[in-house]
T-cell receptor, first 111, second 115 residues
């Protein structure tokens, strides 16, 4: 059974810092991995999608990496801003497109 | 990115009533949609896969007679919570994957409160 864990559970940083969020999964037989952000009481916003054959994806200040063999992904956020404050979720997808979600990292960027 | 809408965004109902939640893909067709529920300060839990033209498939532990799913068209899936009770109060979110990479897009969620 696939299990997805995110570390840390919560993180508080001053504005401008670069930071790394971690995601690990137990079964390396994944189809893709997706990173999302969720604002309180809202739905999920897709940030980055990495296919199983890819090593990383970049979008603006965000960079996500994937090491399938070791069951790890990282989300790197450069020059963090208060508007980045949210819960970040990683999710691994299988061939059936079902997503298994991690436990989430609550990020607070202090102005 | 693609747009998925949900209606209503929130609903309050009395115990014993049924509530229908709609999930629509606004700018693409979705043969498959997924329904999740999320409890406060917890992650998302997959409830079921909604399939256009066929029956939904439910995850283990999810009562299919309690949570009725109908995928009426390529742009609409509905989740009906039947005979709702306070323990069904939760945040319900739908999603749809878009080929070829199957990136999933989520609706804004529906907050259900059962009194």
């Amino acid at each position: 059974k696939q299990e997805v864990t995110q570390i840390p559970a919560a993180l508080s940083v001053p504005e401008g810092e670069n930071l790394v969020l971690n995601c690990s999964f137990t079964d390396s037989a994944i189809y893709n991995l997706q990173w999302f952000r969720q604002d309180p009481g809202k739905g999920l916003t897709s940030l980055l999608l990495i296919q199983s054959s890819q090593r990383e994806q970049t979008s603006g200040r965000l960079n996500a990496s994937l090491d399938k063999s070791s069951g790890r992904s990282t989300l790197y956020i450069a020059a963090s801003q208060p508007g980045d404050s949210a819960t970040y979720l990683c999710a691994v997808g299988g061939a059936t497109n079902k997503l298994i979600f991690g436990t989430g990292t609550l990020l607070a960027v202090q102005p | 990115g693609a747009v998925v809408s949900q209606h209503p965004s929130w609903v309050i109902c009395k115990s014993g009533t049924s509530v229908k939640i709609e999930c629509r893909s606004l700018d693409f067709q979705a043969t498959t949609m997924f329904w999740y529920r999320q409890f406060p300060k917890q992650s998302l839990m997959l409830m079921a896969t909604s399939n256009e033209g066929s029956k939904a498939t439910y995850e283990q532990g999810v009562e299919k007679d309690k949570f009725l799913i109908n995928h009426a068209s390529l742009t609409l899936s509905t989740l009906t919570v039947t005979s709702a009770h306070p323990e069904d109060s939760s945040f319900y979110i739908c999603s749809a994957p878009i080929p070829p990479y199957n990136e999933q897009f989520f609706g804004p969620g529906t907050r259900l409160t059962v009194l």
